[in-house]
Structure formats: C-alpha cells, structure tokens
Nanobody, 127 residues
Framework: QVQLVESGGGLVQAGGSLRLSCAAS????????MGWFRQAPGKEREFVAR???????YYADSVKGRFTGSRDNAKNTAYLHMNSLKPEDTAVYYC?????????????????????WGQGTQVTVSS
C-alpha cells in the first residue's frame, strides 16, 4: 500500500510560479509511476502530468511548456514545478501512484489507472 500527501499549494499571481510536492510512504516509491491531476469547482478531474519510474514525463497540452514533473526516489517524493501560471490553473491538485507498466498515453491520463491518491492541495492563481 502507498500513502500520498501533497503540499506546496497556495495563492500566486498570474505569471508566477509554484512547486508542489507529493511525499509517499508504505511501499517502494521507485516501483510506481506518479501522476498529477487537478479538479476545479464544478468540473471533472483533469489529467496534468505523469512521471514514469525512470523519470520520463508526459503532459496535458494545457500545461506543456509551463509545468515540469520530476521525482526524487531517494526522498520518496514527486514534484510538480508550475511556471507562468494562469487563472485557469486554479484547482485542487492531486498526486497519484500507478503500479502498472508500459501504459499507453490514453491510459496514463485515465484516473482509474492510478491505485493510490493523496488528499489534494489548493492552488489559486489571481489575475
């Protein structure tokens, strides 16, 4: 089993930057691919980024070029560096862990592919 705790959310002005962290415990962190999702009020959960076990990343078109996912296996932590933030990035951000191997791009963006989820951290971007 894996427990995940997000941190680093807060209020930032448009154009600013923020770094989210996801601390994992309970299993070998390096065995899991990690995902980032977000959910705004009244909207469905949306894929943001995936970081596979080797650190290779895949991003939603809406954040590509602005957000960077990474992981530090020695610290059992995944990160999401968010730059050039926009008001439409405002949402609760969740990290998730996936024990599957060799996911397709569509499955990588599909929430049920991820077995474990954190509680979320609020990101608010003001204009």
């Amino acid at each position: 089993q894996v427990q995940l705790v997000e941190s680093g959310g807060g209020l930032v002005q448009a154009g600013g930057s923020l770094r989210l962290s996801c601390a994992a415990s309970g299993r070998t962190f390096s065995s899991y691919a990690m995902g980032w999702f977000r959910q705004a009020p009244g909207k469905e959960r949306e894929f943001v980024a995936r970081i596979n076990r080797s650190g290779i990343t895949y991003y939603a078109d809406s954040v590509k070029g602005r957000f960077t996912g990474s992981r530090d296996n020695a610290k059992n932590t995944a990160y999401l560096h968010m730059n050039s933030l926009k008001p439409e990035d405002t949402a609760v951000y969740y990290c998730a862990a996936d024990y599957g191997a060799s996911r397709s791009l569509s499955d990588s963006a599909y929430p049920p592919s991820y077995a474990y989820w954190g509680q979320g951290t609020q990101v608010t971007v003001s204009s």
